[in-house]
């Protein structure tokens, strides 16, 4: 099945070549769930940005790598 692609701005094509520079993982993770939190917040009804999904993504990341560590 033939899917369209995606159109992609130019706001969306300086982010994706900032997002290719960082080296850590971990952190380009925690950007990718903020960026994909906030989309799906600003297209919800919902008056306050859910900060607690974006604590809650930290944490979680935070917790493996402490895990790997130990």
Do not use: C, W, Y
Not at 15 to 39: G, H, K, M, P, Y
Not at 50 to 67: F, Y
């Amino acid at each position: 099945m033939l899917q369209k692609r995606m159109f992609i701005t130019q706001s969306m094509q300086r982010l994706l070549n900032l997002f290719e520079q960082i080296e850590d993982e971990d952190i380009r993770n925690i950007i990718a769930e903020t960026v994909f939190l906030e989309s799906k917040h600003r297209s919800s009804s919902q008056k306050n940005f859910p900060i607690r999904e974006v604590r809650n993504v930290v944490d979680t990341v935070a917790r493996l790598r402490e895990g790997q560590k130990g």
